[in-house]
């Protein structure tokens, strides 16, 4: 039990490695393993019990939110090592977190399948009586190397438009020079640039 919570314990600072998290997640993935070793002692050769706790397992999903990829891979790792723990295998389960938390805080550090730092969001706020398709094409040409219109919807009762781009700069020091064309195009109305936000990946 002791091993399952130090390893746990691993598993929990591996997550919080450049990863958003709150303090209830970080604490419950050091407690998992620990309650998980325990369980299988109990139920090691019961084969009622075992499908009893398989069928409490199955309804945890339903009283949980939806997490991402991230959180799901915790949980998975933190349950095998407490399998592996409660049937005997510690030295396995110590070779698996390390494998496991060694592999993700590589892809972690090296922005594996992350975002461009030049990709942006850009929102532009335009009058109905300005064409968005073409108003601001020379200007996105210039000081974008891609750019995709990925959202549009109407505001103020319909008398603006709200534009929501994807682009990814030629460069990061001329983001003011690239709102300033824009706000003189779009009569001065907001305009708004901040990073692309990373899509999570439910599992």
Do not use: W
Request: aromatic fraction near 6%; charge should be neutral.
């Amino acid at each position: 039990m002791l091993t399952a919570a130090g390893l746990g314990l691993l598993v929990s600072l591996s997550y919080m490695y450049k990863n958003t998290h709150t303090k209830g997640f970080a604490a419950s993935l050091v407690v998992l393993p620990v309650l998980v070793t325990v369980v299988i002692m109990l139920v090691n050769g019961n084969i009622g019990a075992g499908l009893a706790v398989a069928g409490s397992f199955s309804l945890i999903k339903f009283r949980s939110l939806p997490g991402d990829a991230r959180d799901l891979t915790s949980v998975f790792t933190d349950v095998a090592v407490g399998l592996c723990c409660g049937m005997g295998y510690v030295a396995i389960a110590a070779v698996l977190t390390l494998l496991v938390l060694a592999v993700l805080t590589v892809l972690t550090k090296v922005n594996y399948g992350g975002n461009d730092e030049k990709q942006r969001t850009l929102k532009i706020t335009i009058p109905e009586s300005l064409n968005y398709e073409e108003s601001f094409k020379d200007i996105l040409e210039n000081y974008t190397v891609n750019c995709e219109l990925v959202n549009v919807k109407t505001a103020s009762l319909g008398s603006l438009y709200k534009l929501e781009y994807l682009v990814t700069l030629k460069d990061l020091s001329l983001q003011k020079e690239m709102i300033d064309e824009i706000r003189v195009r779009n009569g001065n109305l907001e305009v708004s640039l901040g990073k692309a936000a990373a899509a999570k990946g439910e599992l």
